[in-house]
């Protein structure tokens, strides 16, 4: 009895046509050249855990019969979830446009043919964006009419704590991303 599921040598559709373009292949589209690591997850986590028992709280005053508390628990909920979301956000994206950079309160863009030189330094960086500096690599772009360089992400940051080699592959694909589209 043949089993009717597919298998992973076999087409979809039956037909040897030109296949779909993959996901990771849409070059206009903004994409993260890393995965968030495991500090910036696990710090998300804690806040929508948090979010989560204020609302949780939010529908025992409501029942209680408060409804200004509980408004003010939702209200707060809503701050500690989009809180969550920006800080997953948060990172260096890049497309054909060119590079993003995404913090917890504001975004800049920069095209890629405003990008002037992408490089790896060893310098004092900053441990998990606290005041705190420890000696590390640093991913630095420069730009026009920029007198000092500016930091995209270092490897003592919130996604490449203890992990040197997703550094190293978010830096080389950063820098491939600018040789390929400045020039």
């Not at 209200?75 to 054909?96: D, E, K, P, T």
């Not at 007198?147 to 270092?154: A, D, M, Q, V």
Request: with cysteine; proline share 8%; glycine share 10%.
């Amino acid at each position: 009895m043949p089993l009717p599921f597919l298998t992973a040598d076999r087409d979809l559709d039956g037909e040897a046509g030109d296949p779909a373009p993959l996901p990771y292949d849409e070059r206009d589209h903004w994409r993260r050249p890393y995965r968030p690591g495991p500090w910036r997850v696990g710090t998300a986590a804690v806040f929508l855990l948090l979010a989560s028992f204020v609302l949780l709280s939010a529908l025992i005053i409501g029942l209680a019969g408060a409804p200004v508390g509980a408004v003010v628990c939702l209200a707060l909920a809503v701050v500690l979830i989009a809180f969550a979301v920006r800080l997953l956000r948060a990172g260096v994206w890049v497309s054909a446009a060119g590079l993003r950079q995404v913090r917890l309160v504001r975004t800049t863009t920069l095209p890629w043919s405003a990008v002037t030189s992408v490089r790896t330094v060893q310098q004092p960086v900053r441990w998990l964006g606290l005041p705190r500096t420890v000696q590390g690599q640093a991913l630095l772009i420069g730009g026009p009419g920029d007198g000092e360089p500016r930091t995209l992400f270092t490897d003592h940051d919130g996604d490449f704590m203890t992990r040197t080699g997703a550094f190293n592959r978010a830096a080389d694909t950063v820098t491939a991303w600018a040789a390929e589209h400045r020039g």
